[in-house]
């Protein structure tokens, strides 16, 4: 139950800064919208409490900054120790409705080159209500190219259109990527979602370059599907799967898809992994409606903290801080998007759980 | 139980061959490839037991046409027939592997201008194995547009590039065939999903169309989710949706998800409408490797000939056989995808599936 999920697969190839021992590691940490600052305030302290030896930045991004008039809802300031830092604690943030507005989300991920989008999703049963007790799969989703360029225009009145590209650098780094990460954590096999039955050029790619750089991994068990038949297989008997390689919007779809079903989109977190930076998140949203409450989950959002843990090396603290999470949760103290009525079971908000996470560390 | 999909909402805008009382329709057909003559003749043999007044004319597509040199699998005199009787009930082919085929099913949507793909799934627990018995949801999947356009190029030795289109009329008539389905068929709720947060145009569009059209709808309860999230929220809890519009691909990926947790993929029948003609078909494909067996679920196709009897105005046929398929499956008689050891349930295969259904008609 406690063994830690290694995102970090190719480390020689992903170099860090070279730290010294002991000197805390700079993070850039930004605190959000809507549920982000209670959130990531309950994560800090657990962190901490926990141990991380990291030196936190603050950095604004979001819709403050959007309504500032920055497209993309960063400024200079919050590039400039992203760059820096190389490692960025992200909390949800909320994008203004309207048009003009860019996703801060795509342009981080491909402004620092965070090809990689790594989403563990386990389930918790019994503590943990769900349909799939026995769930435990990694989404490794491309995370720069596909329809997510951006790239969209009007051609006519009544006419949009929008651009999909997929390259072979582009599949090669996540496809490789995922079969290091599946070796490194002595997972077996490895499968990829395209729909390249429609789209033989495009999706046609990422599975040729699927099936070439599976050849080098004997080792590991391969399989494709036409996404919408792995996605269905996946919905309706996740524990098949193992580790999941697909491009970029597939990955979106199905990692929300294999969250909710293994007990909630509130309990998982995401690396976004490049050669020269990572950014951690939660896979859900800064949920407005929710704010200020002190009721919102923190547990996405501290399991990216996990990971970042393990990204910057400091193991020790991971593992401590995942091992108090799981005991928390398996003692019954749960945030109310999981909490079901039952003889030991206890509702708490953010920062309640956040601290009865710290008394077990 | 009983309750029957109607999927033709919009009989009025949808006129059909004007047709004496008593004469035989006449109906494209053709058997396929792998399962596809097994269940199409299974299928056909249901239907005319049933009372279906119809006239097959038997055309030839897939596999064997696509090998005679013609790139999307249909020759001239399919299209005649397809042309001529607007209707067709087309069991599942095989597109052969390799370069310059052309999806055939795309080709004939595109082609017929069948702008509505129509795939109603529900759960038929405890007869079943589901763990969904409360579903009950119509998809309403925009079938001509979206990146089955089929514009692809290669942009460099490297880049490849897909087209997505989304047109203002495309987007009009999808939205209110999807109001008028749920109004015609008293459903109250209507969802729609796009990921108008990355694709403003395309999808915002898609989203702007929902919205504007939704207004002429105050009878019905309207939602719109993001896809990542709202195929999460159906595959976690089906039992909350109702009738859900969206794009192409994205009702590609959700349809089958839908139909698998219900059961089974194999249940699933679909109706691509559009003004001037119709195709019936199961959502599954021709799955070779379960040829000539007689061992194939032929459950899609027959309840897609259910669609197809509505559509042509054979209620009374329609009724009977839908009821004599429930009465079969609720008996216990199954085919070996759905069926789990039981006190009363029996193995059967696809002609002694017929037969049973045949006998309860
Ligand atoms: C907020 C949005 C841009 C983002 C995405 O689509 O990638 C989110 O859904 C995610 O999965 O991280
Ligand atoms: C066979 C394929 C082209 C088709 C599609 O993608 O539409 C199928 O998956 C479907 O859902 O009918």
Redesign the pocket.
Known sequence: MNQLVDHKALAHSHPLPALKAGTAVPVSVSFGDGIGPEIMQASLKVLLAAGANIAIEPVEIGERVYRRGHSAGIGPEAWESLRRTKIFYKAPITTPQGGGFK?L??TIRKSLGLFA?VRPVRAFAPFVATKHPGMDVVIVRENEEDL?AGIEHRQTDEVYQCLKIVSRPGCERIVRYAFEHARANGRRKVACFTKDNIMKLTDGLFHTVFDEVGAEYPDIEKQHWIVDIGAARLAADPGRFDVIVTPNLYG?IV??IAAEIAGSVGLAP?ANVGQHGAMF?A?H?SAPALAGQDAANPSGLLLAGVMMLLHIGQRQAAERLHNAWLKTIEDGIHTFDIFKEGSSRQKVGTSAFADAVIARL
């Open positions: 996703s989300n795509v989008n997510y979106d990692s929300d995401s998140e896979i949203g």
